[in-house]
């Protein structure tokens, strides 16, 4: 069976700078702290998506918090950007991709490594009710794009965008957080 641990360990340790191997190799329940700049899509669906989602309000600074808990299947990430948050859960499969689940929705990642940065490159999108997929062609499926870029040895700068089709940009948002939190933890 393969492995989020090991996958994120092999990604994460093996190759790429100090700050981005313990982001990736510290797997007790951990939270990381920083600040980043949340933004919304121009278009008024987008606004109105994002507020009926209740995505993170739009902001030019907000404290992040980011809490990994290790659960049996997986690991649950809460992001907290200010008072909204985002949950989302991710695992491995023996795909060799990073799955990654908010409601309905799951997409799947192939993590690669350039230049010292850790790139999240999305390879499909599916609706997950119970235990029955379907995998939405790309046309129709939401786009993430993300990547993790040490900013020193102790900072990682983080990016992530999200578009929809028909919408465009629905969020996106980028900022640093501290490596020293992962580290204390390891």
């Known amino acids: 069976m393969f492995s989020m641990k090991s996958s994120r360990a092999k990604t994460g340790s093996a190759f790429g700078p100090a700050c981005v191997r313990r982001l990736h190799t510290t797997f007790n329940t951990k939270t990381i702290h920083g600040r980043f700049e949340v933004r919304h899509g121009r278009r008024r669906a987008a606004k109105q998506l994002a507020r009926l989602l209740r ?12 809490t990994v808990e290790q659960r049996e299947q997986g690991e649950t990430w809460t992001r907290r950007f ?3 948050k985002i949950v989302t859960t991710q695992w491995g499969d023996e795909d060799r991709l990073l799955h990654e689940r908010v409601g309905m929705i799951e997409l799947r990642f192939k993590l690669e490594l350039e230049e010292g940065c850790l790139i999240y490159r ?18 129709l499926a939401p786009q993430v794009f993300a990547i993790e870029r040490p900013s020193d040895a102790e900072v990682v700068s983080i990016s992530v965008e999200v578009t929809l089709p028909c919408v465009g940009l629905l969020l996106a948002y980028r900022g640093e957080v501290s490596c020293r939190t992962a580290e204390a933890l390891s």
């Open 55 to 66: 995505l993170p309000a739009e902001a030019g600074s907000v404290d992040i918090t980011l």
């Open 82 to 84: 200010g008072e909204a």
């Open 122 to 139: 999305q390879r499909n999108a599916a609706v997950r009710i119970g235990g029955w997929s379907l995998d939405l062609p790309r046309w």
